[in-house]
């Protein structure tokens, strides 16, 4: 299907899947001979999460993390929710948060610090996209798949007012085609 309001496409399938199998490789070096506890942080993340987990050669646990800091619209309003929490207990895990994109840096900083005062071991991150220009919360990145300019980002998993997320590719919404 076609969007006129995606003004451009950022990254294409084969570009997608090229970086996610790197990513993946990284990954499975680093945590040789462990068993993260893997954890999906979504909705956001879901599409990245399958494609990685598939490249990671370790044994791992999988979990799932709700939490956010937006509403339906284009700016954060910095504020974390957990909607839903991890069904298994993180003391002693060296976790790996998988997440779609940071921006402020906001939900992920907090969500790290949750997990390591309920006990994680370690906790590393991993997003699919940055927006370096955007941080407000100074939080540490431990796998980057492609750094953005601020632009507002949709597909692969990534919404606007939930639409979008099934796009094979990451395209750049025009905010204008939007509000007229
Ligand atoms: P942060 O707490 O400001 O880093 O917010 C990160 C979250 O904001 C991401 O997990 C997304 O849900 C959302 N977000 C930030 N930028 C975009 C974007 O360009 N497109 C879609 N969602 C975004
Ligand atoms: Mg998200």
Known sequence: MEYKEIKKILFDKQQIEQKVCEIGQQISKDYLGKR??????????VTFYADLV???????????IAASSYGNGTVSSGELRVSKDLSSNPRGKDIILVEDIIDTGRTLANLKENLLYRGA????ICTFLDKPSRRI???????????????FVVGYGLDYAEKYRNLAYIGILDADAINN
């Open 36 to 45: 993260p506890l893997v954890v999906c942080t979504l909705k956001g993340a």
């Open 54 to 64: 598939r490249h990671i050669e370790c044994d791992v646990e999988f979990d799932f």
């Open 121 to 124: 071991n370690s906790v590393k």
């Open 137 to 151: 919360v100074d939080v540490p990145v431990d796998y980057v798949g492609f750094s953005i300019p601020d632009e």
